[in-house]
């Protein structure tokens, strides 16, 4: 007893420090991130390793916003994110209550087709990509990255899906059905409200996975009108400077979207809405 | 009020075969209770009745209109499953009410119902919690008041009682027992546990690996049961069974001991007694004799296991307190015209 008692203090301090350190270590590039973009452009070298500067401007923000092509790739993006999110979650949720509810033939070599996209890695198939786009007369075009970024994200998407599904007792379905819901109203009424954390969860791992993309970006977009923002940031690097104030600037504000995101579906991400479902 | 029928219903997954040949009839009213091991098909059978499992062959009727087709929102059938199923995201009285909701009732309708059905069941406190919020035997109550409220034509229940502790079991057994004499409403209801089938049921259906065994009312399983697997399932403690070989005007026990049968078939290879159809004898007028290897004193009844010399383990109950203690030597004798004799397949035969 008098062991766990002195000990208990002492595990709380190390495990706070533990955490307090990890916060730090991951938090620290943002930190730098928001501390260059408040340092005015004449300030970056001389206090380069100055914790907090000696003069704070927003300067690279409003120069960030209104002169330069910022909310054009800001907008480019939300667009192709949130579209991708949308039809990627929506397909995936489809495609996930029917692996996790029906027996089909064939489910178990879609299955391990799916798994199989998942492991190569997306050099290797850039060019095949590059010509079919090409073909299709997509390239420079929003909906190309769309169309790809929903391809690469509905593998993972389904399985994220699938086991959310899993997760809801299958003698709800039937109970709604019992108490006279046909498939579909079991699926509105009873299925669709305990599944928002999983398309909460859903929806914003496929967003920030849209949101940072810059691989397929870079190869499918060369014209400025149709840039997303994490290509659009390589602009702020010119031929013979870096704007170093005006890049972070934009980092800052492109974390703003993500970070809504999340606030706003971080109450459907809250677990046990099915506790007390079955049993005791 | 619903009169149903099973005529050759089988049900198959691929090749497995989980039932097969299912001829039954319950009647208007009647209290029908499935009972077997686990994995006999019970929940099958069952969930085939609430259209939630496909008929593989064979038909079920409600009232004499063939069912199979019909989707389960049109039987107008209710069920308490086993895992309750309350819907976690929706209160109490919501969760009650939720049938009448989705058949567009109107809201007082509906809340005069649920509330009636919540006073009934002795939830009227709670209407407004969630079900996680609910004790175990506060979420089988909703899973019941969820059928009452829909005034369905038929009750099932699959294992309602089997997650809760003993005391609020037995509770909850008087509790459906006064349900059906109050409602008067047809019902089956699944088990694994023989004293809920014999406390509750008007008929009994024992199944075993996908085969009816035998139908009948508790009192007729008990005496004349169909079969060895029947007599053993049946009955509480369980039937003591030995081997026995045909005798002239009767059987011969293990010990060399004729026991007078009049009219035995020369087929008997086993025979059956029940532990409470076993007496404690005067030497002189037992039949077999052994040692007590376990003596239970339950104050009402004590039982005694017994080691019988040429025959094996027996249990034998008796009323009241026996002083004996593990190692005395026990006579036993067999109560006359209470045995039951098993062929070799294990099927029930009649003395003539
Ligand atoms: N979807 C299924 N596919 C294959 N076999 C099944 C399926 N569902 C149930 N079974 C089998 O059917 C048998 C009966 O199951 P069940 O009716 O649940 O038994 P009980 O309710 O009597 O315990 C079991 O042996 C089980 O393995
Ligand atoms: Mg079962």
Redesign the pocket.
């Known amino acids: 007893m008098a062991t766990w008692q002195r000990a208990n203090p002492l595990m709380r301090t190390g495990k706070l420090a533990a955490i307090a350190f990890y916060l730090c270590f991951a938090l620290f590039p943002l930190y730098w991130l928001i501390k260059i973009a408040v340092t005015p452009d004449r300030l970056i070298y001389t206090e380069g390793t100055a914790l907090w500067p000696s003069e704070f401007t927003i300067g690279n923000f409003t120069t960030v916003i209104w002169q330069t092509d910022f909310l054009r790739f800001f907008g480019n993006s939300l667009i192709v994110s949130l579209s991708t999110a949308a039809i990627a979650t929506l397909i995936a949720a489809g495609a996930g209550y029917a692996f996790s509810r029906f027996d089909f033939r064939g489910k178990r070599l879609v299955i391990a087709l799916m798994l199989l996209t998942q492991m190569f890695p997306l050099l290797m198939i850039i060019a095949p990509i590059y010509r079919i786009i090409a073909a299709m007369g997509l390239l420079n075009s929003l909906s190309s990255l769309i169309l790809v970024y929903i391809a690469f994200n509905i593998p993972f998407a389904t399985f994220l899906m699938q086991s959310f599904f899993d997760g809801i007792p299958k003698d709800l379905e039937d109970a709604a059905m019992m108490d006279g819901c046909t498939r579909f109203q079991s699926l509105r009424k009873v299925i669709l409200p305990l599944t928002l954390p999983g398309l909460g969860a859903t929806l914003g791992f496929v967003f920030t996975a849209a949101w940072s993309e810059v691989l397929f970006a870079l190869m499918l977009i060369k014209s400025n009108a149709s840039m997303t923002f994490p290509v659009g940031l390589l602009t702020f690097v010119s031929k013979f400077s870096v704007d170093w104030g005006q890049m972070m600037a934009a980092g800052v504000l492109a974390l703003v979207p993500s970070c809504m995101f999340f606030i706003f579906i971080q109450r459907y991400l809250v677990q046990g809405l099915t506790s007390g479902a079955v049993k005791g | 009020m619903a009169r149903l029928e099973l005529t050759g219903v089988e ?1 198959r ?2 090749a ?1 075969e ?2 097969r040949d299912v001829n039954l009839r319950i009647n208007d009213g009647e209290f029908i209770v499935l009972v ?12 085939m009745i609430a259209g939630l499992e496909e008929i593989s062959e064979g038909e079920f009727s409600i009232d004499g209109k063939r069912m199979n087709e019909v989707p389960p929102r049109d039987r107008d059938i209710a069920m308490v499953f086993q895992s309750y199923a309350l819907y976690p995201h929706m209160d109490v009285a919501r969760n009650m009410g939720f049938s009448m909701e989705i058949r567009g009732e109107g809201t007082p309708a509906r809340r005069s119902k649920v509330a009636a059905a919540a006073a009934t069941l002795g939830l009227s406190a709670l209407t407004a919690r969630l079900p996680k919020a609910l004790s175990g035997g506060q979420r089988q109550r909703v899973a019941m008041g969820r059928a009452i409220v829909r005034d369905p034509r038929a009750f099932l229940f ?2 309602p009682l089997s997650n809760l502790d003993a005391a609020l079991r037995v509770e909850m057994r008087l509790e459906i027992a006064r349900l059906h004499r109050r409602l008067d409403a047809t019902m089956v209801y ?1 088990t ?1 546990d023989q004293v809920e089938a014999l406390t509750l049921a008007d008929r009994i259906v024992v ?1 075993n690996g ?1 085969i009816i065994q035998q139908v009948g009312t508790p009192l007729d399983l008990y005496e004349t049961p169909a079969n060895r697997f029947v007599a053993q399932f049946i009955g509480s403690p369980t039937m003591n069974v030995i081997a026995v070989t045909p005798a002239e005007g009767g059987v011969r026990l293990g010990n060399g001991v004729l026991l007078a049968l009049p009219g035995v078939s020369i087929d008997v290879t086993e025979l059956g007694i029940r532990p409470e159809h076993l007496d404690l004898a005067d030497p002189a007028a037992s039949t077999m004799t052994g040692i007590a290897d376990v003596v239970e004193h339950l104050g009402s009844d004590t039982n005694i296991y017994a080691q019988v010399e040429g025959i094996g383990p027996l249990m034998v109950r008796q009323h009241g307190h026996v002083a004996l203690r593990p190692g005395d030597p026990v006579d036993i004798a067999i109560q006359p015209g209470k045995a039951h004799l098993f062929d070799t397949a294990g099927k029930a035969l009649r003395q003539a």
Request: with cysteine.
């Open positions: 049900k997954y691929g497995v989980v039932l077997g091991p686990s994995g006999c098909g019970k929940s099958t059978l069952l969930r699959d294992e699944v694994h199944l996908g």
